[in-house]
Structure formats: structure tokens, C-alpha cells
């Protein structure tokens, strides 16, 4: 989630139209098209293999620290605690933030091309070990946390998450899984027009599912196999109704900006932040508070900054904001981290790429993109689908991405393109196994029923 800073007070809302404004703005011509890849890692002491707490000489306040005093990164405080950083303005790297049980995020600049995504990750990358290494800190990229249980799990110090622990268990089972024991990578990608936006959300919704499967790496829970190849995808099933799923609006004709203002208004509030403080607005209409009639804050009208906070809120498989972004994958390592802007990109920023993934999907009914959304967790390439299966389909819509990576033709300094970085994914299509397959060989085989090799060899 992103990390809120106390800025100028935003002009109050005066009605549903600035709030489709607000998107519509999103709107940048192709040029000014740029790719933002975010990714997180689960943080475990290598002495033991435990979750790092925040507090400690080897906590997760002393690794923020260590990354201020050598890499040039600024505090952002919540209540007195460093809870992100971020670098000076003008300079690269991103912010870095923190998840709700440690889980260390980086939230990468918006950049040109997938070869610059690729070497900003690089670079954070062996910051943090670098550091962590000093700290005896080590860090895991998958997609559920194999070992710890929910009581294990150390809570950061951010106020937000109170409210959100507080209200998770009241809407789904999984909430306060997702919060703790997940990690994901995820893409944020540009649109031109609103008919671009509509195409792009709707090709990325129906194809969420494929590139899930490619992703899936979290088999385990507790220290055994859990029955699912992608255990967070599947723990975002029973998170929150309200604000979870494969949004089918998205594919009924009017779709646009306003259709999404309206799903957003429908969604409950969880805070409202004001003067440093968030305060608990949990189940609250924002339709109230644009009005002035919120409870908390009698009398006061809703601005834009809080509208920007309402729409981090909301979890789809695709997230619209002035931007798309892709919520599909789970977490892993460098080269999975580099792949899924790879595949994105390729698929929705070539003409050509983007109208054949839509033609590919023009034909699926809403049912049975709702099937693949549920199947796909569990089955993972070997969901079927039609008379094929995904894996088949990962293979075609790896060929289409592959093709528009081709197209745009954006080459590094020895000269090659960017569908260098789909090659690890061309592999798990061509063998049919995911990270999650090879997990439970080894967990079956020559890890003989443990879990703690995972932490070495699975490390970042």
C-alpha cells in the first residue's frame, strides 16, 4: 500500500465529476507511456530463519537505518518510527516501504523501458543485501510465507494497519493472510485515452489468471504443502468481497472512467488521514464524505488527496488509478521481477500486441474468466480451460507479448531487446512447471519434508 505523506490541503470535492477528471488525467500520450514495477520480499534473520521484528540492533528499523547512513535514502516517519524512504528529489531508486508483517517493498520509478526497470530492481537489490548481510538479515521472494504463522509474525508500526486488522476478519476469512504472509510484484502501466484504458482493463483482467499461473510460487504453509500452486492468489479469494475480483463491469458496453468512479463509491472506507493521523473511517460511504456527512469528521468535505487514498484501497486483480496495475503474481527473485513488466509491456504497449490479445480474449464469457480466476491458484499451468489448458495459453500469450517487445524494439547497450527478459518465463511454459512444481520436487525429494532449505536456496 502506498505511503502517505502530509502535503498542501487539496480543494474539496464538489462532485462526481471530479472524480472522473481525476482519472482522465491519467491520460499521456504514447511517448510519455512509462513502466513502474514494484516487487516485495519477505525479511528472515539467517541464524535462524525467523521473521525479522521491526524493533531491535537487527530489526527492520535498524535496516532502514543502514540503508539512510549508506545509500543516500531519506526517512519518511509515521508517529515517531521510519516506516518508508525515499531518495532526494531528482535522484533514482524509487520509495521503499513496508508491508503490514515486515514484507519490503520497493516501489520503482516510473521508467521508459523494461531494461531500466530491470537494472533500478538490480541495483535496490544489492543495496539491501549488502546491508542485510551486515545485519545477519536475509531476504526470500515468494509468494506466501512458507514457514511463519500469523502469531509469528511481527506487526509494523503504521496505524493504517490497526484499522485493517480490526476490520479484515469482519468481511473474509483471509484478510489478515493477505496482509501478513503474502508478497507479490506488480506493474503499473499507462493508457492514452479512456477507449485505451478500457481495452487495456479488459485484456489484463481476462489474462490476470495467466500470468498468476506463471508466477505461482507460494506451495507452502506452515511448513507443508498447502494444495495450492499460488497460495496467495488463491487467499485474495476470501479477503473482502467489496473490493476484491475480476471487476465484470469492466466487460459490460459503457464502460469508462465514470463506471469505475461508481464500483469506487461503493466500496467502504477504511480511514480518512488528517494532520499525521489516520483516522478509523472503517465501513463509512465516501459518497458521505464528499457530501460532508461523514460521522468522524462532521461538516468536513471530501478533497481529491482523499479520494487518491479511498482508490489504494480497493484490491481488483487489475487496479485502475491514473494508471493500470497489474495485481496478478506472486512474489519471487530478480529475474521473475524483471519478467513481469516484460510480459505486460509486451502485451499492451504495441498496437498490433495489444489487438491481438484482444481478439484473443473476445470471445470469453465473464463465467469463464471467473473460472480461470478460481482454478488457477490451485491447477496453475494444468488449469483447463475450453479444450486446452493454460499452460497453451500462456504459450500464445507469451508469443504476443514476445512480439510486441519485438516491435517496440527498445534495445540495451549490447544491442539486445527486451524479450531477453521473458526467457525464464519461456521456460516454465516449455517444461510446464512453475517455481511451485519445482518447490514440492524438492520438498518431496531431497529437502525429505523440510522446509528451512527454502531459505537458502530460494534467498534473494
Not at 549488502?130 to 545485519?135: C, F
Not at 519478467?339 to 473476445?362: K, Q, R
Request: charged share 25%; glycine share 8%; with cysteine.
Amino acid at each position: 500500500m502506498s505511503t502517505r505523506e502530509e502535503t498542501a490541503a487539496a480543494e474539496p470535492i464538489s462532485s462526481k465529476d471530479d472524480l472522473v477528471s481525476w482519472l482522465a488525467e491519467g491520460c499521456k500520450s504514447k511517448e510519455a507511456w512509462r513502466i513502474g514495477t514494484e516487487h516485495e520480499k519477505f525479511v528472515f534473520n539467517t541464524a535462524d530463519r525467523t521473521p525479522v521484528p521491526y524493533d531491535g540492533p537487527s530489526g527492520i528499523n535498524a535496516l532502514m537505518r543502514s540503508m539512510i547512513e549508506c545509500c543516500g535514502w531519506e526517512p519518511i516517519e509515521e508517529a515517531g518510527n521510519i516506516i518508508a524512504l525515499k531518495k532526494a528529489p531528482g535522484e533514482a531508486g524509487g520509495t521503499i516501504s513496508l508491508e503490514p508483517g515486515g514484507q519490503f517493498e520497493l516501489s520503482g520509478a516510473p521508467l521508459a523501458t523494461v531494461h531500466e526497470t530491470c537494472a533500478e530492481t538490480g541495483a535496490h537489490l544489492r543495496e539491501v543485501l549488502r546491508v542485510g548481510e551486515l545485519l545477519g538479515i536475509g531476504f526470500l521472494g515468494l509468494g506466501f510465507s512458507p514457514k511463519w504463522t500469523l502469531k509469528e509474525t511481527p506487526l509494523m508500526p503504521k496505524p493504517r494497519y490497526d484499522i485493517m486488522m480490526d476490520y479484515m476478519p469482519r468481511v473474509g476469512s483471509r484478510g489478515l493472510d493477505m496482509m501478513f504472509r503474502t508478497t507479490t510484484i506488480q506493474v503499473n502501466l499507462d493508457f492514452s485515452d479512456e477507449a485505451d484504458m478500457v481495452k487495456k482493463l479488459r485484456v489484463s483482467l481476462a489474462l490476470q489468471p495467466i500470468a498468476t499461473a506463471l508466477f505461482a510460487s507460494s506451495p507452502f504453509t506452515e511448513g507443508r504443502p498447502n494444495g495450492f500452486k499460488s497460495m496467495r492468489s488463491e487467499v485474495w479469494r476470501d479477503t473482502d468481497p467489496h473490493r476484491t475480483g475480476i471487476l465484470p463491469f469492466a466487460f459490460e458496453e459503457g464502460m469508462g472512467f465514470e463506471r469505475y468512479v461508481d464500483y469506487a463509491l461503493d466500496v467502504p472506507m477504511y480511514f480518512v488521514y488528517r494532520n499525521g493521523r489516520y483516522l478509523n473511517a472503517v465501513g463509512a460511504s465516501f459518497r458521505d464524505f464528499i457530501d460532508g456527512n461523514l460521522a468522524i469528521l462532521p461538516g468536513e468535505k471530501a478533497t481529491l488527496d482523499d479520494w487518491s487514498d479511498h482508490l489504494t484501497t480497493l484490491f481488483p486483480e487489475v487496479r485502475l488509478k491514473r494508471f493500470l496495475e497489474m495485481r496478478g503474481a506472486d512474489g519471487g527473485r530478480w529475474d521473475r521481477i524483471c519478467a513481469l513488466p516484460a510480459f505486460w509491456a509486451g502485451l499492451l504497449y504495441d498496437e498490433t500486441a495489444l489487438a491481438a490479445a484482444s481478439d484473443l480474449i473476445a470471445d470469453w464469457t465473464i463465467d469463464e474468466c471467473q473460472r480461470l480466476r478460481d482454478q488457477v491458484p490451485r491447477l496453475a499451468l494444468q488449469t483447463p480451460f475450453r479444450s486446452t489448458t493454460v499452460q497453451a495459453l500462456a504459450r500464445q500469450v507469451l508469443g504476443i507479448a514476445k512480439q510486441g517487445l519485438v516491435n517496440r524494439a527498445v534495445l540495451n547497450s549490447d544491442g539486445r531487446d527486451e524479450t531477453i527478459f521473458l526467457a525464464t518465463l519461456e521456460d516454465i511454459v516449455a517444461s510446464g512447471r512453475t517455481v511451485a512444481d519445482e518447490l514440492l520436487a524438492h520438498y518431496h525429494g531431497r529437502w525429505q519434508n523440510r522446509i528451512e532449505p527454502v531459505f537458502e536456496e530460494y534467498a534473494f
